[in-house]
């Protein structure tokens, strides 16, 4: 799929940031990545477009995460750091990035590279929305642990009336400390999940998660949380 622009200042400015980002890359190679991801064959052939009377191309949370998957492919950079350049640029469709689509991005690109990468969990971190207590992460692993048990639970649309002891329940599933922001932050990833720690528009007959969810998070069982694990507080279990 080839995407469409209206402005090259906005590609030119885009291949600056990821040049800063990565000093290994040069100025021509990040153009060049740029136009391939875009669709193009090189960055003759994309500079060589009319932008003059072009309509920028209609985005969607697809589109935007198929974009930064092969443009972080690649210059061989973390998708999150790619993610936020194209969204400071406004590079797709000169639009500002809401943290809707922020999360709606996130959520494909999840799907794209198999799980949440060190550059959106540290951006992410800086964004959230917390409790009231003061942040506290442990490693980046407890937020990827926490997604993959929200992920898992049926979400409705308001919040939950009584809520559980939501980072004690995670721990006892995946074996490791986890802490009440590392669920704030994971919440505020999910494009599902609404609310603050512990009020969430999840369904209160909890969903057990399976534990393939946790095969390739490194810190799941590596504390003795799981010996405390309780299924009869879920009222179903995931396939």
Same mark, same amino acid.
């Given at each position: 799929?080839?995407?469409?622009?209206?402005?090259?200042?906005?590609?030119?400015?885009?291949?600056?940031?990821? *040049?800063?980002?990565?000093?290994?890359?040069?100025?021509?190679?990040?153009?060049?990545?740029?136009?391939?991801?875009?669709?193009?064959?090189?960055?003759?052939?994309?500079?060589?477009?009319?932008?003059?009377?072009?309509?920028?191309?209609?985005?969607?949370?697809?589109?935007?995460?198929?974009?930064?998957?092969?443009?972080?492919?690649?210059?061989?950079?973390?998708?999150?750091?790619?993610?936020?350049?194209?969204?400071?640029?406004?590079?797709?469709?000169?639009?500002?990035?809401?943290?809707?689509?922020?999360?709606?991005?996130?959520?494909?690109?999840?799907?794209? *590279?198999?799980?949440?990468?060190?550059?959106?969990?540290?951006q992410a971190k800086t964004t959230a929305i917390r409790s009231g207590e003061t942040p506290h992460h442990e490693h980046r692993d407890c937020i990827r642990i926490a997604y993959e048990w929200l992920d898992a639970q049926v979400k409705i649309k308001s919040m939950i009336r009584k809520p559980f002891a939501i980072k004690h329940i995670i721990e006892k599933w995946a074996g490791r400390y986890v802490s009440a922001s590392?669920?704030?932050?994971?919440?505020?990833?999910?494009?599902?999940?609404?609310?603050?720690?512990?009020?969430?528009?999840?369904?209160?007959?909890?969903?057990?998660?399976?534990?393939?969810?946790?095969?390739?998070?490194?810190?799941?069982?590596?504390?003795?949380?799981?010996?405390?694990?309780?299924?009869?507080?879920?009222?179903?279990?995931?396939?």
């Open positions: 799929m080839r995407i469409i622009y209206s402005d090259i200042q906005r590609l030119k400015s885009a291949a600056k940031h990821l *040049v800063v980002c990565s000093q290994d890359i040069k100025l021509s190679a990040a153009q060049e990545a740029l136009a391939r991801a875009s669709g193009y064959r090189d960055w003759h052939e994309l500079s060589a477009s009319s932008f003059r009377y072009t309509k920028d191309h209609a985005s969607s949370a697809e589109i935007d995460a198929n974009f930064i998957a092969r443009l972080a492919g690649e210059l061989s950079i973390d998708v999150g750091d790619v993610q936020l350049i194209v969204a400071r640029t406004k590079l797709i469709d000169n639009q500002a990035w809401t943290d809707a689509r922020h999360q709606a991005c996130q959520r494909q690109l999840y799907q794209l *590279v198999g799980g949440l990468t060190d550059a959106q969990i540290d590392d669920v704030d932050v994971a919440a505020f990833m999910h494009p599902d999940i609404r609310g603050i720690y512990p009020y969430f528009n999840i369904s209160s007959r909890l969903t057990e998660p399976s534990r393939r969810r946790l095969d390739n998070i490194e810190e799941a069982f590596t504390q003795r949380y799981a010996r405390n694990y309780n299924p009869k507080i879920y009222s179903r279990k995931e396939e």
